[in-house]
């Protein structure tokens, strides 16, 4: 269901915000992270060794896992967050924007930059180099694990306390044999050789992981811990809506626009993912403006879900290993069809080994395939599911905004 944006005024005059509060931005500082941040199960834990980092008394080693849009790179803002309010350097990478030998040179380069005093922060792949390091000394470096690994510590060690964090592993485990065993083996000798005061996080889906753990056990035996990501509980994520929500109203008023029973049905259906959540959430925002109410009620989403909810329903029947793939047909191509590639991108997965999966599925009859090799959700089966839901019955929970005194 394809929902028009409102202008922005529209935002302010019936819910009073400056604008959807659960739209997706591009680029979030960390600040705006950490002050979004609902703490879940494990969080504690987290901040507590970061803390332990900043304060000198110990390093990090740590590892986020989970599927897409489940917190992980929230996570690692977080991090950055309190390493910079600490004064310290944060090396920010995403590998997801690189491949082959690019982020070996990123890191060598800004590393070497970083060492020499120059103040280079890797911003979500946005690099500005002031140094020009000669191609046969740079080829010489990228060679060695070894060398990489002394070059970046030696940049860490001047800024404690200091944080080197690495997103979209996925794509490092699709580089060339050589080039992968470069990269994890250089990472391997930094966390073998790093002093207190230095972070080293990563955050991956939880397959990357596996594999991460059967190709370079020296490396995952070496990890602090691994944080696996929670979905959110129903009272978790009435508190990451209110704390979006606040975050954007135009004037502090104890009024919440949006009634807990829609934050509720919205999360049981998209099982507890922060990205889901807020995607659904977004859409409905919009469509109470262009419907000129003041509420997102039990009304507006109950319109969206006669399209939405026998697909979410369909994929929740499913057995737990489909379940991922599923909820990228259904939540990101719409039911399909779409091609392998665009959906092993979005599974963060290897294209080989993702289209055994999906022939599995075929074969099982949860999708199907097209003429032209492109899978798809047959509509039928969502129709079936309509045709069977029952009315929604009133919940049971009895979770609640928090109630405050506006000042």
Known sequence: MSISTPPIRAYEKLLGLKRNPFKTLSIISPEEASALFVKQEGDGLLLAMVAETIAGSGSAFIALTGPKGSGRTHRLMVIEDSIERAGGKVLYFDVAMASGPDILDRLIKTAMSLSAGIAVKIKRGLLGYTETIPEEELEEIRSSPVKIGDIILDALEKHRPAAILLDGLHNAIQMGEYWRFIFFEAIREIVSSMPEGIVVAMAMSNGTYEKIDESFPALSSRLHHRFLMHPL?????????????????VHRSAQMPIEEEVVV????????????LLKLLSRAVDLTVLLGKRMVDMEVLGSMLKVDEPKFEYVKKAVDKYKDELFVLVDEFDGGPAELEAIAEAMEAIPSEERVKLEAMVIAGLIEKDSAGRYYVPPDRFLKEREEKEELTKPKWKLRFRRRKIR
């Open 233 to 249: 509980t129903n009272e978790e994520a009435l508190m990451l809506v209110e704390r979006r929500v606040r975050a954007y109203q």
């Open 265 to 276: 049905r919205a999360n049981e259906l998209i099982e507890g993912n922060p990205r889901r």
